[in-house]
């Protein structure tokens, strides 16, 4: 079975620049996570989708950041403008529900703001 | 806000040796702990989870505990291989929700 698809792998923009990472769940998962993984820590929730509906956006810089999910497949995590602490890997994760189940996780987008 | 504190940062063991990793979690609501292995440059994938109905949990050389009462659970290892070479993060969640991740425990294994 086809795992998580992330594009792009790697990203390098300037601060106050726009980006957008994209992210493909395995099929038939109904719930999506976007994570922000800064080097050397774990990683942290920054929005939790079921289906196309938002279960947990409370770590989401919302005054920066944006994503959205339609159609309840593919998602799209958006930063405008960007900030140098906003330099870390973006993980993408899927789950079959929103219960208690295993999140596979997608190889992650790197993203460098200079 | 809630927090996941994660135990030691590092851990070096000698092989065949075995490796403990211990978590603190401090939302009462949270029922299911999950454990990842993220190799370098890899994601992070499970390697096991327990429930809160659950004390212990064992799956071949891993195994997990849960003491609910001081909110603290625990990874296993024993006869460590090299292979077992990774960062290791515990993780908490209320039924799948709001999951928050300790900072990571480095496992060096020496063969």
């Known amino acids: 079975e086809a795992g998580v698809a992330q594009s792009p792998r790697y990203k390098i923009i300037e601060k106050r620049q726009s980006v957008a990472f994209w992210c493909n769940p395995i099929?038939?998962?109904?719930?999506l996570y976007w994570y922000q993984q800064i080097l050397g820590q774990g990683p942290k929730l920054l929005i939790q989708f079921q289906n196309n509906g938002v279960v947990d956006d409370s770590q989401l810089p919302k005054d920066r950041f944006s994503a959205e999910r339609l159609k309840g497949v593919d998602s799209t995590l958006k930063i405008q403008p960007a900030k140098l602490e906003d330099s870390a890997v973006y993980l993408c994760a899927s789950s079959l529900g929103t219960g208690e189940n295993e999140q596979f996780f997608g190889p992650g987008t790197r993203l460098t703001v200079l | 806000g809630e927090n996941v504190e994660q135990h030691p940062s590092t851990l070096s063991v000698q092989e065949g040796d075995s490796a403990v990793i211990k978590c603190t979690y401090s939302?009462?609501?949270?029922?299911?702990f999950p454990w990842y292995k993220q190799e370098l440059g890899k994601r992070p994938q499970l390697i096991i989870d327990i429930r809160s109905n659950v004390g212990e949990k064992k799956d071949q050389r891993i195994a997990v505990t849960l003491n609910k009462t001081a909110k603290h659970f625990s990874l296993h290892i024993t006869e460590t291989q090299p292979e077992d070479s990774a960062v290791y993060f515990c993780?908490?969640?209320?039924?799948?929700?709001?999951?928050?991740f300790g900072a990571g425990t480095r496992l060096f294994v020496k063969a």
């Open positions: 993780a908490a969640s209320e039924g799948g929700f709001k999951t928050i």
């Open positions: 099929s038939g998962h109904a719930t």
């Open positions: 939302d009462s609501a949270s029922n299911y």
